[in-house]
């Protein structure tokens, strides 16, 4: 079965970095888009980034300049890179893999994480 699995997630202080991993299992997905997404208590899941199987990248506007995405297609793994973190980034994060389109949209993605919490105080 397919498996996509976060991990990394934890509790930082504001300005200070995490990485987030995410192995998959199952199939390849070199050939996949893969995205990061993430919801707030409270609040709607939202887009955070992505890269496609070409090596694109997207990116939230909030999350801009401080977030990168990356990809080993070796590993079949994709990793976010969060650094000068904000208190507004607390949130669960959800890996997903996106086989035809850019990553981008919840309602293209074909295969979804169980999520991992990152918490960051002020």
């Known amino acids: 079965q397919v498996q996509l699995v976060e991990s990394g997630g934890g509790v930082a202080q504001a300005g200070g970095s995490l990485r987030l991993s995410c192995a998959a299992s199952?199939?390849?997905?070199?050939?996949?888009?893969m995205g990061w997404f993430r919801q707030a208590p409270g609040k709607e899941r939202e887009f955070v980034a992505a890269?496609?199987?070409?090596?694109?990248?997207y990116y939230a506007d909030s999350v801009k300049g401080r977030f990168t995405v990356a990809r080993d297609n070796a590993k079949n793994s994709v990793y976010l890179q969060m650094n000068t973190l904000k208190p507004e980034d607390t949130a669960v994060y959800y890996c997903?893999?996106?086989?035809?389109?850019?990553?981008?949209?919840?309602?293209?993605?074909?295969?979804w994480g169980k999520g991992t919490l990152v918490t960051v105080s002020s």
């Open positions: 997903a893999a996106d086989l035809a389109g850019t990553g981008t949209t919840t309602r293209r993605i074909d295969y």
């Open positions: 199952g199939r390849s997905f070199s050939r996949s888009a």
């Open positions: 890269i496609s199987w070409r090596s694109s990248t």
